[in-house]
């Protein structure tokens, strides 16, 4: 758009012609005559933005160039394949290019595997024509790393100087209210808990369960879950034959994390770290709530036995503690 200027005596543009004047009807003094594109190139401007913003145009909604300022230039679901995105300009929307810092946003329609690749956009330069650009990290240079984004969350691309569609972040799209960092904890839920158990199984690979029932509430649906903490457990049963060791499981919902310990005898597992994950970027576990459950085993075929918060009297020699500290928490995938 250009800067219009009233009308000369000819009814054409001149820029000698201006300031722009008022009128005033009672004295009969003649304002600045104006032309038709001070209208029309305004409204063709504001309905071109809110075509590029993805936008139906509608008379009964004036906040829609709000809404796209916000939005920017939204084109839906990508197409193409995880490492050749595709996109139509909104509306038959036609660019005449895409300039340094403008922004193409819209949703991953499929998890990114692979290194590099490719933003197709039709509708730069003419009608039906495609230009390509080049998908790189933030910085311009680095390529992308397998991962960088998953299925249904919001993609940013920004155009560089050197016709690179720089990656600008993923952002989830599975309800959480605010986008979250990749790679970033929220949601988090900490669990303590002074409750001492003594535990005995026979067999191998028989279970005995410690904590249960605790519950944790998945807010997003692309989100890994991370369980990490300590605890107290010490063996108090010499080990079977094959001198199996101690393990302990992990559960969150359908999940189940099993960590060895140790076959020392007897066994203490003090401040042990509990650092797991939980879902994998191609198939994360539902949102919603999910039970969490800490249980013990031994892989040897003798019977064995226990103490979970260890009192004084469940051994001699060592300290009695009542330490049991987990925190649950959801990270967005990097």
Do not use: C
């Not at 807010?219 to 890994?224: G, P, Q, R, V």
């Not at 010499?238 to 994390?257: D, R």
């Amino acid at each position: 758009m250009r800067q219009h200027y009233p009308l000369n005596l000819l009814g054409a543009e001149d820029a000698g012609a201006m300031p722009w004047t008022d009128g005033v009807p009672s004295t009969g003094v003649e304002g600045s005559y104006f032309g038709h594109a001070l209208f029309t190139d305004t409204e063709a401007e504001v309905l071109a933005a809110i075509d590029g913003g993805g936008f139906l145009r509608n008379g009964a909604d004036l906040t829609q160039l709000l809404q796209t300022i916000s939005r920017g230039l939204w084109v839906g679901a990508f197409g193409g394949s995880a490492t050749a995105l595709t996109a139509t300009l909104p509306n038959s929307l036609v660019l005449p290019s895409l300039v340094v810092g403008m922004r193409v946003r819209g949703i991953a329609a499929s998890n990114y595997t692979g290194s590099g690749g490719t933003l197709a956009i039709t509708g730069v330069g003419a009608a039906g024509a495609t230009v390509s650009y080049p998908i790189v990290g933030a910085d311009g240079v680095t390529a992308l790393a397998s991962g960088a984004w998953l299925a249904g969350q919001f993609l940013s691309f920004d155009i560089d100087a050197s016709g690179n569609a720089r990656f600008g972040g993923a952002a989830s799209a599975g309800g959480i209210a605010s986008a979250q960092s990749a790679g970033s904890g929220f949601n988090t839920k900490t669990f303590t808990s002074t409750t001492r158990a003594l535990l005995n199984q026979s067999g191998a690979n028989a279970l005995a369960t410690a904590i249960q029932g605790l519950s944790f509430t998945k807010k997003s649906a692309t989100s890994l879950v991370r369980v990490n903490g300590s605890f107290i457990f010490r063996s108090a049963s010499a080990p079977g034959n094959g001198f199996g060791p101690t393990y302990y499981l992990v559960s969150l919902g359908s999940a189940v994390a099993q960590q060895a310990t140790s076959n020392a005898y007897p066994l203490v597992v003090a401040l042990t770290p509990v650092n797991l994950t939980f879902g994998t970027q191609a198939s994360p576990l539902p949102k919603g709530a999910l039970s969490l459950m800490l249980q013990f085993g031994r892989n040897d075929g003798s019977a064995w036995s226990g103490s979970f918060l260890p009192s004084s009297a469940d051994e001699s020699g060592y300290p009695p503690s009542t330490l049991f500290q987990i925190t649950v928490d959801e990270v967005e995938p990097q």
